[in-house]
C-alpha cells in the first residue's frame, strides 16, 4: 500500500476518536452549565444526548433525576437514580434522594433499607442521616 493512504487513514481514525471524546465531554459540560443556570428542559436534553455517547456516567443520570424531582414526576426520577446505583452502588447522593423519594411515597421497608446502604456509604453526606431518620420516624412500619 502506498504508505500516504496508511498515514491518512490514520490521521482520519485518530481525528474521529479525538472528536468522538470531545463531543463525550462537551455534552455533560454544556448540560451541567445549563442546570446550573436552571435551564432544565435545556440541560435535560444535553445530558441524554451525553448518555448516548457515555451510557455509563452516572453523573448524567444523576442530574437527569434531580430534574425530574424538579418537574415533580417522581417515576422518572427513580428509574434515573436506580440506574445510578446500578452503575455505582455506593453513590450517596443518589442513595439519599432515592430514600428521600421512597419516604414520599410511604414505602417504609424500602426507605429503610437505602438509609442502611447510605449509612455503610456515606461520607460528605452523612450530615443528612438524621434527616432521613427523622422523616422515616413519620412513617409507619406495614
Request: proline share 3%; glycine share 0%; hydrophobic share 40%.
Given at each position: ?15 474521529f476518536l479525538?472528536?468522538n ?11 451541567e452549565?445549563?442546570?446550573?443556570e ?7 436534553f ?15 443520570y444523576?442530574?437527569?433525576a ?10 422518572m426520577e ?8 446500578l452503575?455505582?452502588?455506593?453513590n450517596e447522593?443518589?442513595l ?11 414505602d ?5 433499607k ?5 449509612k ?18 413519620n412513617l409507619?412500619?406495614?
Amino acid at each position: 500500500m502506498n504508505p500516504i493512504r496508511i498515514s491518512l487513514k490514520t490521521l482520519l481514525i485518530i481525528l474521529f476518536l479525538c472528536t468522538n471524546i470531545f463531543a463525550k465531554n462537551s455534552f455533560f459540560l454544556e448540560a451541567e452549565k445549563l442546570f446550573k443556570e436552571k435551564k432544565y428542559s435545556e440541560s435535560k436534553f444535553k445530558f441524554e444526548k451525553d448518555i448516548v455517547f457515555n451510557p455509563k456516567n452516572e453523573m448524567s443520570y444523576l442530574y437527569l433525576a434531580k430534574i425530574f424531582n424538579h418537574q415533580k414526576d417522581d417515576f422518572m426520577e427513580e428509574q434515573n437514580l436506580n440506574t445510578v446505583i446500578l452503575l455505582n452502588p455506593k453513590n450517596e447522593e443518589a442513595l439519599y434522594l432515592l430514600a428521600l423519594l421512597n419516604i414520599k411515597k410511604s414505602d417504609y421497608d424500602r426507605s429503610e433499607k437505602l438509609i442502611k446502604d447510605f449509612k455503610q456509604v456515606c461520607s460528605t453526606f452523612c450530615k443528612k442521616e438524621s434527616e432521613l431518620i427523622k422523616k422515616l420516624g413519620n412513617l409507619e412500619p406495614r
